[in-house]
């Protein structure tokens, strides 16, 4: 059974920083790339970021140069680094398996784990 548990969300002030984990129980982890969603309430999921197996990264604009991907194969763990956080950065963050090639379209990715809260406060 596939299974993406993700961890690290928590209450933070603007400007602070935290950092998620997404463990993945996926045979051939290393074949897939790992892509970061968030929802804010009343909104729809948007993309934030993607690591392809290689190595290769996108972000979105609104996060491009505060929030980093990152990925341990060996672990089957994905990373976001998120820093310079903003209120507006306030939503559940889902980690995602999906096709090789980077993509920010959620109707592509596979496997979604169940979401962590992040709370930025003013």
């Known amino acids: 059974q596939v299974q993406l548990v993700e961890s690290g969300g928590g209450l933070v002030q603007a400007g602070g920083s935290l950092r998620l984990s997404c463990a993945a129980s996926?045979?051939?982890?290393?074949?897939?790339?790992m892509g970061w969603f968030r929802q804010a309430p009343g909104k729809e999921r948007e993309f934030a970021a993607v690591?392809?197996?290689?190595?290769?990264?996108l972000y979105a604009d609104s996060v491009k140069g505060r929030f980093t991907i990152s990925r341990d194969n060996a672990k089957n763990t994905v990373y976001l680094q998120m820093n310079s956080l903003k209120p507006e950065d306030t939503a559940v963050y889902y980690c995602?398996?999906?096709?090789?090639?980077?993509?920010?379209?959620?109707?592509?990715?596979?496997?979604w784990g169940q979401g962590t809260q992040v709370t930025v406060s003013s």
């Open positions: 690591i392809t197996w290689s190595g290769n990264t």
């Open positions: 996926l045979r051939s982890f290393g074949t897939y790339a």
């Open positions: 995602a398996a999906g096709p090789p090639v980077a993509t920010m379209e959620a109707r592509r990715y596979d496997y």
